[in-house]
């Protein structure tokens, strides 16, 4: 399938947010700049990538250890985790991405939802599992409520503005390909939920495509996280921020694990938005809808059929 495109044509923002720990006061002038950054980012990517110090490289390290032990496990043991709801529990031999396999886990600010979780897959205990998901996923959760509170900063939008979230958390392990070719580990899509917080380990393959139809592979330095806007905050800004359209593209030989938090609108959120938002330039795109139900659309056969970045449009579009 051909090689890597170059990296050096179009490279997406790189915000650091650990130069100057003042700059994370709300309120202050560097907040201020910050937020400025990060919202031109998504309006204009739809993603950047951030270095966020709070997160340590030991944390991180044994946050992918302990992914690592869980794809180890037998196949019969990680079925257990197989869920009707969407995008949640283990996922493997989805079509046409023969390399991908994932998890999902709901409600992963719970502590006692990752216990569940642990428990089913090791019945006599995993302290470490438990504690490094736990541990990456408090800081993610935090990472998330900054990067979305400059958001609504930078448009002079107010506290009650803010989308309550819990926050679903997914491992994925990508094989290496046969050959170690350029090959497919998930097709192109956009997110579905709010906000998209993704950790690569060592192996690269995450791509964004550019608004001119350029893929742009990125290659994320081991102390930072990519962000991508998904396709509700999109419909939240009335079309301002750029959902983020990306795929997995893996090259060869050794297998990928990402870990992902996506921050999922609380049941019963209705995405609408702020008058702030809808002006003459910006008219309102598309109706109040039920987020979950959104959610629920998009898993659905009927959606499958559209173009990944065009279902939020065919549920809710004006």
């Known amino acids: 399938m051909g090689s890597f495109s170059k990296p050096d044509l179009i490279q997406i923002p790189i915000i650091d947010f650990s130069k100057e720990p003042k700059a994370l006061v709300r309120g202050t002038e560097g907040w201020h700049l910050l937020s400025q950054r990060v919202r031109e980012a998504c309006e204009t990517y739809g993603c950047f990538?951030?270095?966020?110090?709070?997160?340590?490289?030991?944390?991180?390290?044994?946050?992918f250890s302990a992914i690592e032990s869980l794809f180890d496990l037998p196949l019969e043991t990680k079925r257990k985790t197989f869920s009707t709801n969407p995008y949640v529990g283990y996922a493997i031999d989805v079509p046409h991405i023969p390399l991908y396999e994932s998890f999902g886990i709901e409600d992963a600010s719970s502590v006692d939802s990752i216990k569940h979780f642990t428990d089913l897959m090791w019945p006599t205990g995993n302290d470490h599992f438990s504690q490094s998901i736990s541990s990456m996923v408090g800081g993610l959760e935090e990472l998330d409520y900054i990067i979305r509170r400059m958001i609504l900063d930078s448009y002079s939008l107010l506290a009650e503005d803010i989308i309550p979230c819990k926050y679903l958390v997914r491992g994925t392990k990508y094989k290496a390909p046969s050959m170690g070719d350029y090959s497919m580990g998930l097709y192109a899509h956009t997110d579905k939920y709010l906000l998209t917080i993704l950790a690569e380990e060592q192996v690269r393959g995450l791509e964004v495509l550019s608004k001119d139809g350029q893929w742009?592979?990125?290659?994320?330095?081991?102390?930072?996280?990519?962000?991508?806007?998904?396709?509700?905050?999109?419909?939240?800004?009335?079309?301002?921020?750029?959902?983020?359209?990306?795929?997995?593209?893996?090259?060869?030989?050794?297998?990928?694990?990402?870990?992902?938090?996506?921050?999922?609108?609380?049941?019963?959120?209705?995405?609408?938005?702020?008058?702030?938002?809808?002006?003459?330039?910006?008219?309102?795109?598309?109706?109040?809808?039920?987020?979950?139900?959104?959610?629920?659309?998009?898993y659905s056969e009927e959606a499958r059929g559209l173009d990944s970045d065009k279902q939020v449009y065919a549920y809710a579009g004006i």
């Open 216 to 298: 742009i592979p990125l290659s994320p330095s081991p102390n930072s996280f990519v962000v991508l806007v998904g396709d509700l905050f999109m419909a939240w800004s009335n079309g301002r921020l750029r959902s983020a359209k990306h795929r997995a593209m893996i090259q060869g030989f050794k297998d990928r694990f990402s870990f992902v938090s996506f921050a999922v609108p609380t049941e019963g959120t209705v995405i609408q938005a702020p008058q702030k938002l809808v002006d003459q330039q910006y008219p309102r795109a598309f109706k109040d809808f039920d987020s979950m139900n959104f959610i629920r659309f998009s």
């Open 49 to 63: 990538e951030v270095v966020y110090a709070k997160i340590s490289a030991h944390q991180r390290a044994e946050m």
